[in-house]
């Protein structure tokens, strides 16, 4: 009797949720689908209901461009027109789909004054409409991630930068929107710029262009122009231009488009920012800029004045401002150059720092505007030290940067690659985890470099070796030179240089270079240019020993112009450098 009641009660319990539940067993027949169609908030707005006589889970094409989901929607419809509305119904037993034709008869002429409308379009007094570009000059104009500009962020997986695509099909393409019957026109000049998951799809070409930049950007060859139709929807508080085309339209670079439609991030007068999700890759949303075609951005202008007061102090300031009407200066943050914090305040603030070195400082001003930030820069040249500074050195060597932990100032690549990576051989003298990995391929002068910042310089009067471990082939050789920077395109001349020649392959070794009697280029040609001072010791002689160098190059096979070159370095050190700590 208990077993039985218990049966009955499980069965009542269960009734309720069955129920809820779609239809178990044959497919759903056309004649159980049904949908009602009813007015909305008001003649534009219709709400589309599920009244179908079997239970399932409804998605929606309303016809107008939009889709949706759920037992009921509302959707507009501001146009007159015959709207095909689409229901296709999820039950246990199959699918089925229904359509039925709403007709709209009225016109929401609230849109001929709607800011988006007359923003995208020129509004009904431009016939022709208003025709779009990509803002090539703009950082962003192309880009992947999930936030507007708007908010001052940036876009978070990857935003092109000012006319990074440029030799592409991409900044020549043409987008004009027409409010007379919501006309779109497409002209690519012959050639668009797609993503490599599109440039198959047959609408664009049958010829293809190369790869640009890696090889999922193609050109391809696409006739143009190309018309359709577009219309703006509305949906979760958010518009969307939805654009209808027998063959591809899309804002310079197609990344398929899911459902054709674009989230409107910002419209104005000069300014139209776009988001879609691809089609091809679910996880993607790209980002687009642009502006109307023959748009001439507004522009600041502005000086940046550093002028040298008593004892190294320094007066900061912009002057000489032209801001156009309905522009704004906001602030100035400034950077001195001397790896001190940086400073922000008011636009015509005149902001005083007291540089403790002497030495050639770069002062930078960064003004926050209405147009982003721009940015200005002014070298100031300090002759002598703060009358309060003492001066800091070692007689001993320092690591510059060992790859793993310590790390003074980078060491990057000029012609080559320089990387960060695991050790090849973890034994004495070298147990440590990470090490740089220098290749070059036919480039002679090909280097790896470490630059002191501004202001400091190599002092060789105490201590003048530096060293590196290496790990390569035996018999190739390992150039170490100094240079000074500030010679510009001269600098080359001024280097002082000596070669360490790798004794065993694959192991590690230490190679040392020990500066006192080097000469400065000795032989070398460039000298009878050189209007300095021509040294044969530039350990002993006080204007190369310790105002002078700045710079460390390393060379694998220097003047070496075929094949490729390759080893690994380690622990960069040298002098200690006046301000560095161990």
Known sequence: MTGTLAIILAMVACEPQLADKPDIGNPPTADQLSFS??????????????????????????????????????????????????????????????????????????????????????????ADGKTWMVDAESKGHFGVGDVTLATGIGL??????????????????????????????????????????????????TVYLNPRQNKDDWDVDYTTPVTGNWTIVEQGGAKYIVINSATPIFPGLDVGAKNHTYKILQINENLLELTCESSYENWTKWHFLLIPKGYVRPSITYTVNATEGVDNDVACSVTEYTIPDGQSVTNITWNFGDNSPEVTAGKDVVVHHTYMRHGAFTVTAKLNTSLGTLTGTRVVTL????????????????????????QVYPVVGQDCGVTIEDNPMKEVPNRSSKVAFYTKTANQWANAYMQLGSGFRFDLRQQHTFSI???????????????????????????????????????????????????????????????????????????YNHEFYNII?????????????????????????????K
């Open 37 to 126: 169609i009813t007015p909305g908030s008001d003649e534009f707005n219709f709400v589309i209901t599920n009244t179908s006589s079997v239970v399932g889970i409804p998605s929606w094409e309303f016809g107008n461009g939009t889709k949706g989901t759920g037992q009921s929607n509302i959707t507009r419809y501001p146009m007159p027109g015959d709207y095909t509305v689409k229901m296709t119904l999820v039950t246990r037993g199959g699918v089925a789909t229904i359509t039925k034709t709403l007709t709209q008869t009225e016109t929401d002429f609230s849109i001929f004054t709607d800011p988006v409308y007359v923003n995208l379009t020129g509004g009904v007094a431009d």
């Open 156 to 205: 978070d997986w990857w935003s092109a930068n000012p006319n990074d695509k440029s030799g592409t099909g991409a900044y020549d393409d043409e987008l004009t929107f027409i409010l007379t019957d919501f006309v779109v026109k497409y002209d690519n000049k012959g050639v668009s710029y797609v993503k490599g998951y599109t440039k198959d799809d047959p609408a664009l070409a």
């Open 383 to 406: 002759l002598n030290d703060n009358s309060a500074y003492v001066p800091y050195l070692l007689d001993m060597m320092i690591v510059y940067n060992d790859f793993s932990e310590v």
């Open 469 to 543: 471990l290496v790990y390569g082939k035996a018999g190739d050789k390992v150039l170490l030179k100094l240079e000074n920077t500030d010679k510009g395109g001269d600098a080359w001349q001024t280097g002082t240089e000596l070669t360490y020649t790798i004794q065993q392959t694959n192991k590690w070794e230490l190679a040392t270079y020990d500066f006192s009697g080097a000469d400065v280029q000795p032989g070398a040609e460039g000298w009878k240019w050189w209007p300095d001072p021509v040294s044969y010791d530039v350990v002993a002689d006080n204007y």
């Open 553 to 581: 190059r390393i060379m694998l096979n220097p003047g070496v112009g075929t094949e490729t070159h390759s080893f690994y370095f380690d622990d960069l050190s040298g002098p200690h450098v006046e301000g560095i700590h």
